[in-house]
């Protein structure tokens, strides 16, 4: 019986078995982004000079019951830059609105790493891994949407410099380690 905790504490401590990554353009990356990743189709009728579409995706392990302990053999959280539906308007692309864009991938960043600490943090039990994996995922999502839509309200699309600015360093601050 002694042993059982152990294997736990190793499927839960070994790093290999719970990543996170990020996408762009079909390979691993830290996350920038440059004009050369927008490759959809340019919406005309769009008032914006351009548009950041992401997405991501969770894969689950093998989840084994032990009592009504849940023990998922692995976890990954991958965010990838949607480059066939992000699209800017070749004559309005400037290097603030590339950083303007940046910033809401990185909304997308932020919401994969939150993604993964709270599931780090998770308590699963049999009654509840189900239920709980997808709260934190459409949580997550559904914050990370909404600060998406502050953050333009906020820099009116990159147009109010003073707000840009004070988002530029909140993602500096909040993903200094990534």
């Not at 070994?14 to 927008?38: A, L």
């Not at 991958?78 to 539906?85: A, C, H, S």
């Not at 990185?106 to 919401?111: D, E």
């Not at 004070?166 to 990534?178: C, R």
Request: aromatic share 12%.
């Amino acid at each position: 019986m002694k042993i059982v905790p152990l294997i736990t504490l190793l499927l839960l401590s070994n790093p290999n078995v719970f990543s996170q990554k990020i996408i762009v353009n079909g390979e691993e990356s830290t996350g920038k982004i440059s004009w050369s990743d927008f490759t959809g189709k340019v919406d005309k009728n769009s008032s914006y000079f351009a548009f950041t579409s992401y997405k991501f995706k969770t894969k689950v392990g093998t989840i084994k019951f032990i009592g009504d302990s849940v023990v998922i053999s692995s976890f990954d959280v991958i965010l990838e830059l949607d480059n066939k539906n992000s699209w800017a308007k070749k004559d309005k692309i400037t290097d603030e609105l590339l950083v303007h864009e940046q910033g809401h991938f990185n909304i997308g960043i932020l919401c994969v790493k939150e993604i993964m600490a709270n599931y780090k943090k998770a308590k699963f039990t049999k009654s509840n891994y189900s239920t709980l994996l997808q709260s934190i995922v459409s949580d997550a999502s559904k914050k990370y949407k909404e600060m998406g839509l502050k953050y333009d309200r906020e820099t009116n699309h990159s147009k109010n410099k003073e707000e840009q600015e004070k988002w530029n360093t909140y993602f500096k601050e909040n993903l200094s380690n990534n």
